[in-house]
């Protein structure tokens, strides 16, 4: 979904075999033209278009070569330079809005799914959980640190964060986590162990961070193991 215009710009700068500072110049600041040979430019075809089905951009094969044929030729486009930037631009975010709506709907289904299950808690951010086990020691607040355990997944399962694989709880400040961890854990007394269903608005986002998406409901199995003031 991170598509990311540099790689049209890079593949330009390949083509027009420039620095891409902007002048059309090599560093030194002379222009000079250079004619490759058959197999360089087909080549440069070949992992042009290589590049593109890997990141699944499909253009219109025949006007790709028509616009890319007036440019080289006699520099009459049917849109300037600028004006098609801008249009490269603009598709590539409605492309990005549309997968966007996409993988939030998979968020909304799976979150309705799975409120249905026996044992799941909502509460009125949307955060949902469920109880493995109930201690009986006190509960932390949001300006508490706490001491835990826990497994951070995906809802494919896969396991992004996990201080049992490290082989070391981990200490933090409740209110320098993200909102569904802050909200969550002020619920569990120490010795307590709960999972957590916490949705995307309540974690990272539109943005994602590091090995989670955008738009990502997250799992956490958690024990609360102690408070420190």
Known sequence: MRYKLKILAGFLCILSFVNCNGSGKSESGSSAETTFDKDTSYAMGVSIGSEWKANNIIPDADEFIKGFKDAFGSGKTRFSAEEAGMKIQQAFMARQEKEAEGIKQIETDFLAENSKKPGITITG????YEVIGEGSGSRPAA??????????????????????????????????????????????SVGSKYRFYIPSE??????????????????????LLGITK
């Open 125 to 128: 951010s949307g955060l949902q």
């Open 143 to 188: 300006s508490d640190t706490v001491r835990v355990n826990y497994e951070g997944k995906l809802i494919s399962g896969e396991v992004f964060d996990s201080s049992y694989e490290r082989g070391e709880p981990v200490e933090f400040p409740l209110d320098m986590v993200i909102p569904g961890w802050t909200e969550g854990i002020q619920l569990m």
């Open 202 to 223: 309540l974690a990272y986002g539109p943005q994602g961070g590091g090995p989670i998406p955008p738009y990502s409901p997250l799992i956490f199995e958690v024990e």
